[in-house]
């Protein structure tokens, strides 16, 4: 393991981080969740991080960054990339600062990212579908006018500013075991673990990355990092491409391990945050508590603390992933059967769902299909239940009463 002297960010920075960022970010709260514990054998907190300013904990390392800017560099601007929790975090920043800013998002970026990042006074351009897309044309500015690029995880400075969550977890919750954490870039998990390792080097540290994002696995096993081929998350604010290079040094001698969670783990986790902890959440910043809901969890020592990194999120992305989550727990149902086309099929097919206690929410009715005999006609149910086992049983009450069923 690497001496504190050999890496490139060290307790003494995140300290500094600290004091510069005193009375800019506020300390977040650390909730106990007891379905949570309950799961997992052990006592759960949650680090809020979502209920940060601009809703995540990307100010920490952009102020961080930013305010440590000579008069020179401040007048030329900065440059960023970003999905959304970067981009805000940095016009934040920028606007507590007096300084100009310009920032890359994608073209499918969340709408709200993308008029908060506005209303802080930054000049936003979309291109791209990836934050790696973005941050080449942010180099390209920043060669092309001066502006300083505000790297969203690899710098020393951005790490050490997210480092400052780990101090606070530290407070908040003195004898804690294991802390988990979302990671894309990997700067709030290097901030951490090095905060985290230098004061209690027993704790362990567990990243957590969208298994379709997951750049870091790949990355340990060749010593270097490497680039993925593709991608496909839901969670945007942790889809990386590329380490980087300042947190692939500390994750790779600092981190006990890096998981990978589904996409349908993330949306599990999502809806189970909306429920159970009353808190919103975006897909990646619930991605440690995804890995949480998994039987292997209980191997975790406790207390356990989840950092749940950023809660900003479009209303209608929350709406598929919640249909999403209901349909990974089992509690969402969606079938087509083809009855007679004559009066009271509907009817009939409706009261047995009834009787089955299932709640019916949309139905769609077709008599024009091509595949369709002419004395048939086709029908999509959609409907909730109460969880895997009351759907199985629907299903099979509905086999019993002679219906042939086509999932969707």
């Known amino acids: 393991m690497a001496t504190p002297s050999t890496l490139p960010v060290t307790i003494d920075d995140i300290r500094a981080a600290q004091e510069l960022l005193s009375g800019v970010v506020r300390p977040t709260p650390l909730e106990y969740s007891r379905a949570l514990?309950?799961?997992?054998?052990?006592?759960?907190?949650?680090?809020c991080e979502n209920l940060q300013r601009a809703g995540s904990f990307k100010i920490r390392g952009a102020y961080t960054r930013m305010a440590r800017l000579s008069d020179a560099e401040r007048a030329r601007g900065v440059v960023a990339a970003s999905a959304g929790n970067h981009a805000q975090g940095v016009a934040l920043a920028a606007q507590l600062l007096g300084i100009h800013s310009k920032v890359y998002m994608p073209l499918g970026a969340a709408m709200p990212k993308l008029i908060a990042t506005r209303a802080y006074g930054a000049a936003v351009e979309q291109l791209g579908l990836t934050i790696d897309e973005c941050l080449v044309a942010a180099h390209a500015w920043s060669a092309e006018t001066g502006a300083v690029?505000?790297?969203?995880?690899?710098?020393?400075?951005i790490v050490a500013g997210q480092g400052t969550c780990g101090l606070e977890i530290l407070d908040q919750c003195p004898d804690v075991r294991t802390i988990v954490v979302c990671t894309g870039g990997g700067g709030l998990l290097a901030?951490?673990?090095?905060?985290?390792?230098a004061v209690r080097p027993?704790?362990?540290?567990v990243g957590v990355q969208a298994e379709q994002a997951a750049a870091y696995p790949m990355s340990l096993r060749a010593g270097r990092p490497v680039p993925l081929e593709t991608m496909s998350t839901?969670?945007?604010g942790i889809a990386v491409g590329t380490p980087g290079i300042v947190p692939y040094a500390v994750v790779a001698e600092l981190v006990d391990a890096i998981d990978t969670v589904s996409e349908a783990d993330l949306s599990r986790a999502l809806l189970f945050l909306l429920e159970r902890a009353k808190l919103?959440?975006?897909?990646?910043?619930a991605a440690a508590v995804a890995r949480l809901l998994e039987p292997s969890s209980r191997q975790f020592?406790?207390?356990?603390?989840?950092?749940?990194?950023?809660?900003?999120?479009?209303p209608l992305l929350m709406l598929r992933i919640i249909r999403h989550g209901m349909v990974a727990a089992g509690r969402y149902l969606q079938f087509s059967v083809r009855v007679p086309d004559k009066p009271g099929s509907l009817a009939l097919l409706l009261a047995d769902l009834a009787g089955a206690d299932a709640n019916v929410?949309?139905?769609?009715?077709?008599?024009?299909?091509?595949?369709?005999?002419?004395d048939e006609v086709e029908i999509a149910v959609e409907c909730e239940t109460k969880g895997p086992e009351h759907r199985e049983e629907v299903l099979r009450q509905l086999r019993a009463d002679g219906y042939r069923l086509v999932f969707r």
């Open 149 to 157: 690029l505000i790297h969203p995880f690899d710098h020393p400075d």
């Open 37 to 47: 514990s309950e799961r997992v054998g052990s006592e759960v907190f949650l680090k």
């Open 280 to 285: 919103v959440v975006e897909p990646a910043g």
């Open 361 to 374: 929410v949309e139905v769609q009715h077709t008599r024009s299909e091509t595949t369709l005999s002419v």
């Open 234 to 236: 839901m969670a945007d």
């Open 191 to 197: 901030g951490i673990a090095v905060a985290v390792k």
């Open 202 to 205: 027993d704790v362990r540290v």
């Open 301 to 314: 020592e406790g207390p356990v603390v989840a950092v749940l990194s950023g809660g900003n999120i479009d």
